[in-house]
DNA sequence: GTGAAGATCGCC
DNA sequence: GCGATCTTCACG
């Protein structure tokens, strides 16, 4: 991994985040991790590599964008309102997928965070592919389109769906989360497509992504 | 039971 | 810019 031409923006010195210096582990982040403030675990979600095992193929993909769900606070969280079917994972204990379906056609993956009783999530807005990417493609349209910038597409790439709501992502089976190297700049912006929230829930800045990364989706 | 809207995407 | 597509939830 090289400096690169990314001199982050402060010059205060030239020695990298800690996190970057760490030696990927394999092992789930563990729920500890998820415990703990959503804005926070959204922004530390970024760099990370999302692990899926589907029908004995491995495919990695290193998380570039985020969102930050904040539970009953926030108007623009599905479970803002009450407890429902749909948002009971929410509910329950950090570490855990929230997987649901959108426009009737796309699957989305959330982390569930804070601790158990408290609503709040992480959505993996998008990816880039380190690993298995030929099994990501197997099921994809041609035009050599890219396949994981996107929330609905990186569920299709990696096969997530129903199937793995609520699935407990501490645990290294079907699909978990590792640690790797934060990006060196990160941004952040408006949550995208959530017009019906409140004007403050709606313009708080809880999207984060790998700034400068081709991978991040083109917000709408 | 019914209807309206949706944390998106790809093509027109 | 628009339609696809179907589950969820509010309302009655």
Redesign the pocket.
Known sequence: MTPSGLSSASSTSTSAPASALLPHSPLPLPRDFYDRDTLQVARDLLGCQLVRLHQGKLMIAQIVET?A?RGSEDS????H??K????EA?FGPPGHA?V???????W?L?VVTQPEGNPC?V?IRAVEPVEGEDAMRALR?A?G?QLCN?????TRALRVDKALYGHDMTRSEQLWITQAAAPAVIASGP??????AQPADRDAPWRLWHEGNPWV?RA?
Do not use: F
Request: contains cysteine.
């Open positions: 969102e769900y623009a969280c599905h479970a309102r009450r429902t079917p749909r948002t929410m929230y649901y379906l959108v426009y009737g056609m796309h989305l959330n999530a959505l349209n035009k389109r996107g929330p609905g597409k990186l949550r995208v497509g959530i017009d019906y989706s709408r």
